[in-house]
């Protein structure tokens, strides 16, 4: 059985609005809003969803570069979702996100499901 490379247990980040001259809260965007997953050994996690849709936030998270407001990212059985930037760097040499350009990547022809079913079959 392949072992849990980077788990997220109901992450959540949640951004302030604020306003007056005082930049009172008066509310929340709920950019990720309880997300969890498990990838395993030898698997590789695709994002995709509407620009504003809070992939890079949740990316973000998973790589320990932002706090989540709410929830755990552990990685190979270690949460380091609260650790300092310097306990976490050893981590990140073995994580890795790739952005892709979707004009120079997709098919505006195909739709996502097609694209996907593309990849599985080559």
């Known amino acids: 059985m392949s072992e849990i490379l980077i788990e997220a247990r109901d992450l959540k980040m949640y951004f302030p609005i604020k306003q007056g001259v005082i930049k009172r809260t008066v509310g929340h965007i709920k950019a990720v809003d309880g997300i969890s997953l ?33 929830g755990d990212v552990l990685f190979e059985g270690s949460t380091i979702s609260k650790l300092s930037n ?19 990547s997709l098919n505006p022809r195909m739709s996502i499901g097609e694209l996907l079913e593309e990849l599985i079959s080559t």
């Open 86 to 104: 310097r306990k976490v760097r050893p981590y990140r040499r073995d994580m890795q996100m790739v952005f892709q350009d979707p004009y120079a």
């Open 38 to 70: 498990k990838v395993y050994e030898g698997e590789s996690l695709g994002i995709v969803g509407e620009s504003g849709s809070g992939k890079s936030t949740l990316g973000r998270m998973l790589m320990s570069l932002q706090d989540p407001t709410e």
